[in-house]
């Protein structure tokens, strides 16, 4: 009887505590656990980005000047996105921005994938040469645009010799930053030395993604290594490529810092691109309902644009 007795009650012993009893005893449920982690990031998305959109959508429709916090706020309605939609002004700073997106995420684009397909081939010292392409997108904006700069000048910049050398010009008879043809193609070198490292390595994934049994397969059938590119590489790698484009793109079309670096806009309004409007009116002009305005209507053709794309993009991928 006793030994019966003392085995139930390791039998007893031995079953293992419920989870609702376990949840009990600490005190707090899953649901309530999860929420305790979660509360903090959803706290400081509102205050960090929902609350400044909320905030910059009320003071697009009303006069409210930064510099003048206790003037009395007039309800404009929409009279400052008519005014700016209406700008020439505003449609020349747009023309300039897309004339710097297009090029930058072209050559970045193009660069960037011959340069993974370079990289892939997996050659001696391909690690020491993939550590030196990767440097420049490792620097600060603003260490770049003054090393530019620099390379830039007419008088002891380097860059005007390599070109004098090349094409036998006189290095100090053409100014980059301060020529009106040559200033915008001046920071779209900058931004295409920088980011197409960046580029380089969303391509590379897309290659080192494609399984090597399929490049057997087509060797038994003896295709060639350019039929092999247009039928396996490229369009295996196509929506990594789509992706970088679509990564540079929005980065681009909100670009500030290079530019603000390198010309500040100018000579004239030559690289005068959205975002520098944008800073002249909010800070200089202190306008900013009329800047809160116009960073609405950027945003709106951003994540326009962008949601366009990404449909396009998931069509790739789907195929």
């Not at 390791?10 to 419920?18: D, G, L, Q, S």
């Not at 899953?30 to 003071?59: G, K």
């Not at 620097?139 to 390599?162: C, D, E, H, K, R």
Request: aromatic fraction near 14%.
């Amino acid at each position: 009887m006793n030994d019966l007795s003392a085995s139930s009650q390791i039998t007893y012993r031995a079953v293992p505590v419920r989870p609702a009893v376990a949840r009990r005893i600490r005190g707090l449920s899953d649901q309530a656990l999860a929420w305790l982690f979660i509360t903090p990031t959803i706290v400081l998305l509102l205050a960090i980005n929902i609350f400044p959109l909320v905030w910059t959508i009320y003071l697009s429709f009303t006069n409210y000047r930064a510099n003048r916090a206790n003037a009395p706020t007039i309800w404009l309605g929409t009279d400052w996105y008519q005014s700016i939609l209406t700008d020439p002004d505003i449609w020349a700073a747009m023309q300039v921005t897309a004339h710097f997106v297009i090029w930058t995420v072209l050559i970045e684009t193009v660069l960037g994938f011959g340069l993974a397909l370079l990289i892939d081939k997996k050659f001696r010292g391909h690690g020491m040469w993939t550590t030196i392409i990767l440097l420049p997108m490792m620097l600060s904006p603003a260490v770049v645009g003054n090393f530019w700069t620099f390379l830039y000048q007419p008088q002891i910049g380097l860059f005007n010799y390599v070109v004098a050398f090349f094409t036998g010009r006189d290095a100090s008879s053409f100014q980059m930053l301060g020529d009106v043809t040559l200033s915008p193609w001046a920071i779209v070198i900058v931004d295409a030395w920088m980011w197409t490292p960046y580029v380089m390595l969303i391509c590379l994934a897309g290659l080192r993604s494609i399984p090597d049994y399929i490049y057997e397969a087509a060797e038994v059938d003896r295709a060639s290594n350019w039929r092999q590119f247009w039928s396996i590489t490229l369009p295996m790698a196509l929506p990594f490529i789509m992706l970088a484009v679509l990564f540079r793109g929005i980065e681009n079309f909100k670009m500030f810092d290079m530019v603000n670096l390198l010309t500040g806009g100018g000579p004239g309004s030559t690289t005068e691109v959205a975002s520098i409007t944008l800073k002249r009116a909010a800070f200089e002009s202190w306008r900013t309902g009329y800047s809160s305005a116009f960073a609405i209507i950027l945003f709106v053709t951003v994540f326009g644009l962008a949601n366009i794309y990404v449909k396009a993009l998931n069509r790739v991928k789907s195929r």
